[in-house]
């Protein structure tokens, strides 16, 4: 099973950017889908943006035209580029991945990373 583990996330202002990135140990993540979701407190796990195996990529709508998904194969990664960050995006994003049909639900990801805390201050 693979591993996955998240870093870049941190306190921004409002307007700033955050770079993510999740790295995945155990197997090559070209032949997977990778999702990222995030959490705020008190509220469900929610999709943000994904990479499928088909290389097709497919955003939220409060993530187009700010958030940007790709993958690094040198690393073995893929990252989540935030810009224009809104108090609310603070969240803690995951990484998700499977083999299966690319997907928005969270249901359908088998392997998730501990997540990364994201804050935007106003």
């Known amino acids: 099973q693979v591993q996955l583990v998240e870093s870049g996330g941190g306190l921004v202002q409002a307007g700033g950017s955050l770079r993510l990135s999740c790295a995945a140990y155990?197997?090559?993540?070209?032949?997977?889908?990778v999702a990222w979701f995030r959490q705020a407190p008190g509220k469900d796990r929610e999709f943000v943006a994904r990479v499928g195996w088909n290389r097709i990529i497919k955003y939220s709508d409060s993530a187009k035209g700010r958030f940007a998904i790709s993958r690094d194969h040198a690393n073995n990664a893929v990252a989540l580029q935030m810009n224009s960050l809104k108090p609310e995006d603070t969240a803690v994003y995951y990484c998700?991945?499977?083999?299966?049909?690319?997907?928005?639900?969270?249901?359908?990801?088998?392997?998730w990373g501990r997540g990364t805390q994201v804050t935007v201050s106003p």
């Open positions: 998700a991945a499977d083999l299966g049909v690319p997907t928005t639900s969270a249901s359908e990801y088998e392997s």
């Open positions: 155990g197997r090559t993540f070209s032949t997977m889908t």
